[in-house]
């Protein structure tokens, strides 16, 4: 999209088409303007989400995930992550919170902190267990938790720690392989033990 591209108030981003009812609720008008967000200039989402976040009370924790999501849309992963995690320390619950884990991660990998955004995973998204060959675990159908391992193996690989990168990222593809599921799972485990070995030496 052109940077000549004509500001719009977030009243006017979200009449969408003129023969769709307009949203009723905060929540409905939210969703209507991320639908037609890559119709938009980065400009005007952001300031039509400012717009809609001003009608919260201060600190409320939708108000300021949605504010991390729109700077995260435009590239803006250094203003986005603090508003991920005051998101998450006001209380965002169920599964914006999952996608607020995720996304913050992601935006502390772009910035060069890839040993923060670990920790952010291992604090509530899919930790170490997700690495148990035998862990039975569907919340990967969601999509999240398969996000979360995956930006886990590129920060380890941002570590220096390929291998156990790469094991990570095995193991959780195993989980949605099939009937090859038990051998990635198996490979995966062999990778592992043989860094073990190496780490332990002779």
Same mark, same amino acid.
């Given at each position: 999209?052109?940077?000549?591209?004509?500001?719009?108030?977030?009243?006017?981003?979200?009449?969408?088409?003129?023969?769709?009812?307009?949203?009723?609720?905060?929540?409905?008008?939210?969703?209507?303007?991320?639908?037609?967000?890559?119709?938009?200039?980065?400009?005007?989402?952001?300031?039509?989400?400012?717009?809609?976040?001003?009608?919260?009370?201060?600190?409320? %924790?939708?108000?300021?995930?949605?504010?991390? =999501? /729109?700077? #995260?849309? @435009? &590239?803006? +992963?250094?203003? *986005? $992550?603090?508003?991920?995690?005051?998101?998450?320390?006001?209380?965002?619950?169920?599964?914006?919170?999952?996608?607020?884990?995720?996304?913050?991660?992601?935006?502390?990998?772009?910035?060069?902190?890839?040993?923060?955004?670990?920790?952010?995973?291992?604090?509530?998204? %899919?930790?170490?267990?997700?690495?148990?060959? =035998? /862990?039975? #675990?569907? @919340? &990967?159908? +969601?999509?999240? *938790? $398969?996000?979360?391992?995956?930006?886990?193996?590129?920060?380890?690989?941002?570590?220096?720690?390929?291998?156990?990168?790469?094991?990570?990222?095995?193991?959780?593809?195993?989980?949605?392989?099939?009937?090859?599921?038990?051998?990635?799972?198996?490979?995966?485990?062999?990778?592992?033990?043989?860094?073990?070995?190496?780490?332990?030496?002779?």
């Amino acid at each position: 999209m052109s940077d000549e591209t004509p500001q719009q108030s977030a009243g006017t981003v979200l009449a969408g088409e003129p023969d769709r009812a307009e949203p009723a609720t905060w929540e409905e008008r939210v969703a209507a303007l991320w639908e037609r967000a890559e119709e938009l200039h980065e400009e005007e989402v952001l300031a039509a989400v400012e717009e809609l976040a001003a009608e919260r009370p201060a600190g409320d %924790p939708l108000a300021l995930f949605e504010r991390a =999501g /729109a700077h #995260d849309f @435009a &590239g803006r +992963d250094a203003e *986005a $992550a603090p508003l991920y995690r005051a998101a998450l320390d006001a209380g965002l619950a169920g599964e914006l919170r999952a996608q607020a884990l995720v996304q913050l991660a992601a935006s502390l990998r772009a910035v060069g902190r890839p040993a923060d955004a670990l920790d952010v995973l291992g604090s509530e998204g %899919p930790g170490p267990e997700v690495l148990d060959p =035998g /862990a039975a #675990d569907d @919340a &990967g159908d +969601d999509g999240f *938790a $398969a996000a979360s391992e995956g930006i886990a193996a590129l920060c380890l690989a941002d570590l220096g720690r390929d291998r156990e990168g790469l094991v990570r990222a095995l193991l959780a593809l195993a989980r949605h392989a099939g009937p090859y599921g038990p051998a990635l799972e198996a490979y995966g485990a062999e990778l592992r033990q043989a860094g073990a070995e190496e780490v332990d030496g002779p």
